[in-house]
């Protein structure tokens, strides 16, 4: 008897998302011998619970489905929306009746931490009432987070977008003769990743950003003074790159500092402002120009700096996600294994889902050099294949043309 595919998106956009939800569309009106139609939550489990949902493989051409894998942000909208952490919640049957209802058998969430906390959930579940459903988490996040995977669909589109808008500051920053310092404040709360990606914006030792700090490194204004002096004896325009996470070394976070920090729905500290805080230290304590540049939501919804790499391994996990789950797979996260081979390959496996979700991967510490302000040449070798390459897309009067839902 053929079942049907649900599939969600949740959590932050990033510019790779869409790829993976073509992957997922895609590879399951492959089987149309076990699958009959492909659904897709609005507003992911939030939307659901409302009923509102769509039917891909009916609404969605092959056209809109092309244009779909390159549009940026979440096509079927997202959610920030935390299932109970109680598996006797009333929730959980209603939810399952839906679910039934529409003949589910196999369910897609893309998203990160948060999501795989779904998966996690809803899994145990079913195991709980011995439903046949089958839930597998499918990555995403530009903060390149998730544990037992080399990396996430997410995190290369948006390296590459940060490292060539770094550039393109320090270029702008260069042209005057006084001294002044940009700070570019970038997405990461606890890990560091995104912020590593600024060193590739250097075009030869020496060159801006001069200094880097990640949450991994407890941050000290008295350390940030001296590095900051001894930068301005190297060039006049210093550009600084600070992830928004970035804590002193009693956990405090340099944003608090403005007292901007409020929770969202799961509890976590909604950062900005360390940058402001950092733009008025320089300021007072060195008396000269000083700005700061949030790059906030333009890290993640960037459609016109893709990296091709990006967008076809998310495609990949979709893809990969649904022949699991058609094997009889359940309770798992799509990962990826770099191989040791040269040139850049990887292979795509299964990691238990519980063993991923509520958890974080941090950059690692090795990579984090001078005391904390700058990157290892280490982090090159891991990070540039992961931005390599342009796929090449629709264009209307010289602007992209992307996907927008019915």
Known sequence: MKKNILVGQSGG???????????????????????????GMVNG??????????????????KELDLIKLTPA????????????DLTSPLYPTLFRKLDA??????????????????????????????PIRFIGIPKTIDNDLMLTDHTPGYGSAAKYVASTVREIALDASVYQQQA??????????????SAASVLARKYEGDNPL????????????????DLTDALRQRPDVIVCVSEGISDVSGRLICEYNDEARLDSFGHKMLTGCGKVLENFVHNHFGIKARSVELNVSQRCSGMILSETDILEAALAGAFGVCAALEGTTGKMVTFHRTPDTPYAIECSLADVNQVCNREKPFPKDWITCHGSNISPDFHS????????EPK???????????YRK
């Not at 979440?74 to 920030?80: D, E, H």
């Not at 310092?181 to 995104?194: D, H, K, N, P, Q």
């Not at 200094?211 to 001296?226: C, M, N, T, W």
């Open 74 to 85: 979440a096509y079927l909208g997202s959610c920030r929306y935390k299932l109970p952490k």
């Open 102 to 131: 529409l003949e589910i058998g196999y369910f897609f969430y893309i998203g990160g931490n948060d999501s795989m906390d779904t998966v996690s959930k809803l899994s145990r579940y079913a195991a709980q009432v011995g439903s």
């Open 181 to 194: 310092v940009t700070i570019i404040e970038l997405m990461g709360r606890g890990a560091g990743w995104l």
């Open 393 to 403: 897309r629709a264009m209307s009067q010289g602007l992209p043309v992307y996907a």
């Open 382 to 389: 891991y990070v540039l294949p992961l931005i390599q390459g």
């Open 45 to 62: 489990i939030e939307g659901f619970l409302k009923d509102t949902y769509l039917d891909l493989s009916e609404d969605l051409t092959q």
């Open 13 to 39: 956009p990033t510019a790779a998302i869409n790829a993976s939800l073509y992957g997922v569309v895609t590879e399951g009106m492959n089987h149309l011998d076990e699958i009959e139609h492909v659904y």
């Open 211 to 226: 200094l880097i700090y990640l949450p991994e490194a407890p941050f000290d204004f008295q350390s940030f003074s001296r």
